[in-house]
């Protein structure tokens, strides 16, 4: 069986990011009973403006991209986010090594890595508290709707 590749993305692969994107999305959309999430109406010109300036990795299996994650430096914090992977790919830890991934891609730039996730996402809550990162604090943005923010500190 192919292995997986990890590597830098960029905004050439904006088109195939953003049907991954949206495709590995939907599910976010369901729980919060949301379309609109800002994940699946980024337009195809915001993301490859995104590649272009962030710090990007994606996953590659064979001639698919399977995943991919951002990171944007902020001072000394690399904030992570669009973590996202193929939906007949998910469960097999590809998401922990894109998130372990892009945290190398900062090295040495970065002292803290930061991130947030929706209050109803036990998933992925699990999985950045796996990975290290401890909950900061959260933020309601909508009666239906609290951001949970994480940080880790570089080591
Ligand atoms: C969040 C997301 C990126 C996680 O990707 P993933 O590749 O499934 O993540 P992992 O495989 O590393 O971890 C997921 C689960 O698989 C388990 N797992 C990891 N490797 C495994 C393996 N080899 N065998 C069995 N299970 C495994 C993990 O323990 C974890 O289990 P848990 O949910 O019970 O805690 C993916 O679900 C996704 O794209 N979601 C939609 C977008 C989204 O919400 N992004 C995050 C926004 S903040």
Do not use: C
């Not at 069986?1 to 692969?13: F, K, R, S, T």
């Not at 209050?119 to 951001?147: C, F, M, P, V």
Request: net charge negative.
């Amino acid at each position: 069986m192919a292995e997986i590749v990890y590597g830098p993305a960029g905004p050439a692969d904006a088109g195939e990011i953003l049907t991954l994107q949206r495709a590995a999305y939907v599910v976010e959309a369901q729980l919060y009973d949301d379309p609109h999430l800002p994940a699946l109406t980024q337009t195809l010109d915001e993301l490859t403006a995104e590649l272009a300036e962030d710090h990007s990795v994606k996953a590659v299996l064979g001639h698919r991209i399977v995943g991919a994650v951002r990171g944007k430096l902020d001072g000394p914090v690399l904030r992570i986010g669009r973590l996202v992977v193929a939906p007949d790919q998910q469960g097999r830890g590809v998401g922990t090594r894109l998130l372990a991934a892009i945290e190398a891609a900062a090295d040495g730039r970065a002292e803290w890595f930061a991130l947030f996730t929706g209050h109803l996402s036990d998933g992925n809550i699990r999985l950045y508290q796996r990975a290290g990162y401890a909950e900061t604090h959260r933020e309601q943005i909508r009666l239906d709707l609290t951001l949970v923010h994480l940080m880790k500190e570089h080591r």
